[in-house]
């Protein structure tokens, strides 16, 4: 009995271990499975892993790419507004230029039609200085012709009144020139008049009594059928010929003429106003008195005289009465020249 419990105990004993040994391998199989199906499910996953940090290595390059795309992209936008922002300014800019040069061009417009007014309206007091010119030229003329003719009507009056009484005289109406010959007057180198002379003097002094009172001022015009004041004065000119006296050389000769002539037309001048003291009542326009006295020896000879001899230098020893006509201008004169005056305004 005792013999049978030790064995069973050896082989309960055996069978034991038996188990334990069964359940470790089993458990070392159940662990080794659990390990194969961890190290699978670890490869799976560390495969799943690499894949999804693929995927997001791959999404991090394309979300670096992306943000370089957008920084790029938005790089071009800020250069495409800085673009847009300096051709916005140059587009102000010029506008502003445009505003401006408008702005001048209507400045410009405004001077030009300011500038066109004021040279039309120069041109407008233009022509009519030109139109009061041409009046001042026309009545200048007509005041000339008027005078011209007012002379040549008392040269002629007195001319004839002259001839009728038997004096010989010559008229040069361009000149306004009454002549009396010398050789008629005065002996050879002589200033003495002689009797016929005096009574041919005291006849032209008569005449002229009568007859400029018409054409001077300060007398009266009793007898006048108009009016005419139209002379300066009247000078008794007298003139030599050209010949030289005795053995005197040419200055000499020159200066005795120069006194002869001087002497004559004293010797005429003083006569006439003897003979009829109204004659020094004659005055010009400025009120002076009318008559003069001149004397221009050898100095000017006739144009048509050549003097070649004694006999053809008769013609310049002679007495010259030469009516000089007033530079005063008329009436209708001098309102057309206050008119012009008032056109062109003060003086600058």
Known sequence: MAGIRASQEE???EGYFASVSDLMVGVLFVFILMLTVFAL?????????MVE?????EAVRDAERARQAAEQAQARADAQARLAKQAQDRADEQEHAAQVAQEDAKRESQRASQQQARADEKESEN???RDLLRQSMAQLQRDIEDRTAARNRLLTSVEQELVSRGV?????????ILRLSGDLLFGTGSAVLSAGARQTVQVLAEIMT????????????NGCAEREAILETVLVEGHTDRQRFGALDRLASQDQNDRLSAERS???FLELRRSQPALDGLLNTDQQPLLGVSGYGQRRPLPDTPCASKDDCGADRRIDLRFVLSARSSTELEKIREEI????????
């Open 210 to 221: 009568r007859i400029l009172p018409c054409y001077a001022s300060g007398t009266s015009t």
């Open 53 to 57: 940090r693929q995927k997001y290595e």
């Open 11 to 13: 082989d309960g004993g």
């Open 127 to 129: 022509e009519r200085l």
């Open 341 to 348: 005056s008032r056109a062109l305004g003060p003086a600058r």
């Open 168 to 176: 010989k005289v010559q008229v040069d109406q361009r000149s306004g």
């Open 266 to 268: 004293l010797s005429v």
């Open 41 to 49: 499910n670890f490869r799976d996953a560390e495969q799943a892993q």
